[in-house]
């Protein structure tokens, strides 16, 4: 039996993740690295599992992921409404553009201790965070999303005697579609990262809280266990959407 | 009597009437005089070519035929009847570059037009697709997306969806332009056969005088900005066009007379 190109990469790549794996056990095993330090891979993963049947892990996880939702589900309309209307206005266009790049271009962890200020520690100030560290992304993809659509195509459906809603519903949606879902990923990696980053600030719950008071006491176990959970939720869900990208890749022209 | 004079003067109707059309871009202080005072009848069933100088307002022209644009000057009737709007129940359009919907297959890209009115059943404006999709040679292929088919074809998916609502006009803007020489010559033996078939009213732009002489019944030339019509040169070679004509005399002649038109034109 012979492999194409793509199965092949894909084996070396799990053997790539497999050996990473190993040699984290075996450095751990073997004493080269202190186990204290660096517990043995199938510690950390059996912690996880562990981790995951406990109350209070769950509940953590709950919190994070409703931050994580809400937040998102604020700063897409926002952020969307933002940038349709840097991209079909010319007047707000030239406004507002400039003052989203300066926004996005600054490092939003330095407004963390503004925003306990302003909300105290607690739901509000993870989910305003996660916001803030998402919307004007979205707002930039989206008005890139406008942009993208082709003036032709809209022109041919006008000839065909195209309503402005059948105009906005079969041309610019599917038009925008690869963009937008390219956008809504990366959305949600700066999302998700702004509320982990918000919940290791300044927390009482939350995974990332959890993940930084680990660090703290030196439990490296769960320390460990709490990184690969994040770093598969994360994964997933990127995963998720590219798979979908993937299908309507071909639309790009 | 009278019944008798309404009925030559529907027999006479023109496809297309343009009455001192105008096209102006621009805000005060700063315009561009597109088209200027064009008039001119298309009888029904005829196939008009339209060349010009690049820049001379070809374009501007088809769109106010179609309805997309509104004349700054003059009116348009198509049937008859003024066109203010897109109307496609009386002018399909046909772009320029592959203006197909990436994300529609063939067979929907054809039914798109049919689908904004929703007067006619899913499953009847899929078989009505088809049957265009067939009428230009591409039967079999109505599941393939346009990044599945070549330039060619993909100008036929164009074709069959300006046929889509079996308007009575239909308008081409350079349809075969970014078609490689062999595909256009075949292509314009295809366009001349649907015609035939269908008996539409084409008015038709392009660049090339071969690709006029041969196609068209008559050739309007039109000036250097603003756009006028500066001479109607009617082909009277026989049809159906064969390839061996493009070596002939009167051929010759025609292309001769259009390209000096336009050199004095431009
Ligand atoms: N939307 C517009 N706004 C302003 N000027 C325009 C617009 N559309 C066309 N023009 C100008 O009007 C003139 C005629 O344009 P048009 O596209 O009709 O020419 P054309 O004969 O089709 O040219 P080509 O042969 O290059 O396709 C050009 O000078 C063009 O720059
Ligand atoms: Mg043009």
């Known amino acids: 039996m012979t492999l194409s190109e793509r199965q092949r990469a894909s084996l070396v790549r799990t053997a790539i993740v497999v050996a990473l794996f190993g040699l984290w056990e075996l450095l751990s095993r073997?004493?080269?690295?202190?186990?204290?330090?660096?517990?043995?891979?199938?510690?950390?993963?059996?912690?996880?599992f562990e981790l995951l049947g406990r109350p209070k892990m769950r509940a953590d996880l709950m919190v994070t992921a409703s931050e994580v939702a809400v937040a998102f589900l604020l700063a897409v309309p926002v952020g969307a409404a933002i940038g349709l209307l840097i991209a079909e206005s010319r007047y707000w266009g030239e406004v507002l553009r400039p003052l989203?790049?300066?926004?996005?271009?600054?490092?939003?962890?330095?407004?963390?201790?503004?925003?306990?200020l302003a909300f105290g520690i607690g739901f509000a100030q993870k989910v305003g965070?996660?916001?803030?560290?998402?919307?004007?992304?979205?707002?930039?993809?989206?008005?890139?999303?406008v942009e993208s659509v082709k003036p032709d195509h809209v022109t041919v459906a006008r000839s065909f005697g195209a309503t402005r809603s059948q105009i906005v519903s079969r041309i610019y949606l599917p038009s925008m579609?690869?963009?937008?879902?390219?956008?809504?990923?990366?959305?949600?990696?700066?999302?998700?990262?702004?509320?982990?980053?918000?919940?290791m600030y300044a927390s009482r719950d939350g995974i990332g809280h959890a993940i930084s008071t680990w660090g703290e006491n030196f439990q490296m176990r769960q320390l460990f266990a709490g990184v690969i959970l994040v770093a598969l939720i994360a994964i997933l869900f990127n995963e998720a959407v590219r798979w979908a990208e993937r299908r309507c890749e071909h639309w790009r022209t | 009597m009278r019944t008798l004079a309404n009925v030559t003067e529907l027999r006479t109707t023109p496809a297309i009437r343009l009455e001192g059309v105008g096209q102006i871009y621009g805000a005060a202080g700063d315009t561009v005089v597109a088209v200027e005072d064009v008039s001119f009848d298309v009888e029904p069933g005829k196939f008009v070519v339209l060349v010009g100088p690049s820049g001379c307002g070809k374009s501007s022209l088809l769109m106010m035929m179609a309805g997309l644009r509104h004349p700054s000057g003059g009116r348009i009737l198509v049937e008859g009847k003024p066109i203010d709007e897109p109307d496609p129940d009386r002018v399909g359009v046909v772009f320029q570059e592959a203006s197909l919907f990436p994300w529609l297959t063939a067979e929907q890209?054809?039914?798109?037009?049919?689908?904004?009115?929703?007067?006619?059943?899913?499953?009847?404006?899929?078989?009505?697709?088809?049957?265009?999709?067939?009428?230009?040679?591409?039967?079999?292929?109505?599941?393939?997306y346009p990044?599945?088919?070549s330039g060619g074809m993909k100008q036929r998916v164009s074709i069959a969806r300006g046929l889509a609502q079996d308007p009575p006009v239909l308008l081409m803007d350079e349809p075969f332009a970014a078609l490689d020489e062999q595909t256009r010559m075949t292509m314009g033996d295809e366009l001349l056969r649907i015609?035939?078939?269908?008996?539409?009213?084409?008015?038709?732009v392009t660049h090339s005088l071969t690709e006029a002489v041969y196609l068209a019944d008559e050739v309007m030339v039109m000036s250097?900005?603003?756009?006028?019509?500066?001479?109607?040169?009617?082909?009277?070679?026989?049809?159906?066009?064969t390839y061996e004509m493009l070596g002939g005399e009167i051929f010759g002649r025609l292309r001769d007379r259009i390209w000096r038109q336009i050199r004095t034109a431009a």
């Open chain 2, 109 to 144: 890209n054809v039914e798109f037009p049919l689908s904004l009115k929703r007067t006619l059943p899913k499953t009847e404006r899929l078989a009505r697709a088809r049957e265009r999709l067939d009428l230009v040679g591409l039967a079999g292929f109505e599941a393939r």
């Open chain 1, 177 to 199: 579609m690869p963009v937008l879902l390219e956008a809504l990923r990366i959305a949600m990696i700066f999302n998700f990262t702004g509320v982990i980053l918000a919940e």
């Open chain 1, 30 to 48: 073997t004493g080269a690295v202190n186990p204290r330090l660096l517990p043995p891979a199938s510690d950390a993963l059996a912690t996880l």
């Open chain 1, 100 to 116: 989203v790049f300066f926004l996005f271009s600054i490092p939003k962890s330095i407004f963390l201790p503004m925003f306990i």
């Open chain 2, 195 to 204: 015609w035939a078939e269908t008996k539409k009213t084409v008015v038709f």
């Open chain 2, 224 to 241: 250097a900005r603003p756009g006028r019509i500066i001479d109607r040169i009617k082909v009277d070679l026989p049809r159906p066009r």
């Open chain 2, 147 to 149: 990044h599945e088919l």
């Open chain 1, 129 to 145: 965070f996660g916001f803030f560290s998402t919307v004007f992304i979205v707002a930039m993809s989206t008005a890139a999303a």
